[in-house]
């Protein structure tokens, strides 16, 4: 898979030719038997494309057309697809992302890509953690939109079986004390024989780990275990930063399917940026209006002159999506196409080229009849 990212965004701004094409689409994840529905909604759309091209730029873009068209026979190509799927198309180049959203079907052909879906996507390209465990084991994933990835954590018990050896290991070598005489051993009246003591300390030993692997940077973690494990781990953890709990064995669970409902729960811990946002900008507003704008052209001239620190930009209220990773997308049910506005567009490309922070809001969030607010640095 190939998603997006901030740098790979900004490469693609830096590759743009006089012609533009920019192309959006829903796929299928995985799904082979939905792939000749996603070929032909491409197929159409670069069809789209050519009748709103000169026969000079049909020229000019002639080779890369013909590289775009050729994606629409290769099979293995379509079965290797999120939940969505853009194409750029210039002189320079064809361009494809994988996106981790379901994107609404849509083609423009301008002077400049069309990037603001993009980067909304570009900005899903965070990480979570996962903290799985079952008494038959307990492993940190790394879960980012490509799936799921092991973490090695020093110090982590294999399972409640090897924290219950090592611990008794411990107090036999406590208890010989030195020379052979007779030690102490923390908690030594606890008897580790006792199913929820075992349970305890496992927890103690994988919380004792997980704090000392991460240090000082708290990731996002959402914890995957069963009831009473779950509530027993929360509440002795010092961890700072559980942003959520998944009531499951997640030893019972395909990966594909642990990564979705780690995403589903753990998607509030990146809500924040909007809220702040928000927030920014409706302070500012009350105290120091200077520092905030929405009339489009004002915003742009503040986004070209680096004085953009957010740019909040209104993303229609889409439908609900289909509830699974792998579900064919319901009539009906993809989100509403994004309609550019060549001031907000150009006002995006140059906060983000300015290393500005770019939310996608939704339309009935911002202060009424805007469709974009910026707070700026100064």
Known sequence: MNY???????????EAGATCISIYLPTHPIAAQNAREDMTRFRNLIIDARTQLSEKQISQLHDKLTEAEELVADSTFWQRQSKGLAVFISEQGVHCFNLPVTAPEEMHVDEQFYVTPLIESASQHKTLYVLAISRGGVRLLKSTVEGLADVPV???????ADATKQIETEKLLSNRGPAGGAGSYHGEGADTHEP??????????????????????????????????????????????????????PDSLSADRLHEKVWQVGASAFLNPIEEAKNAYGSYSANQPERVASDPFAVLEAAQSGRVATLMVARPVQAPEASGFHEQIPIGTEPAAFIPVPEIEQAVQAAYRTSGDIVMVPSDELPPGTQVAAVMRY
């Not at 020093?154 to 409640?160: A, I, L, V």
């Not at 003591?197 to 990731?219: I, P």
Request: aromatic fraction near 6%.
């Open 154 to 160: 020093k110090g982590m018990p294999k399972s409640e």
């Open 4 to 14: 997006p990212t901030p740098d790979k965004v900004r490469a693609l701004l830096d």
């Open 196 to 249: 929820h003591v075992r349970t305890h300390q496992y927890l103690l030993q994988v919380d004792d780990a997980l704090t000392k692997h991460f240090n000082k940077h708290s990731e996002p973690i959402v914890l995957a275990a069963l009831e009473p494990t779950l509530g027993m781990f929360c509440k002795l953890s010092h961890y700072q930063n559980l942003v959520a709990k998944l009531d499951i064995d």
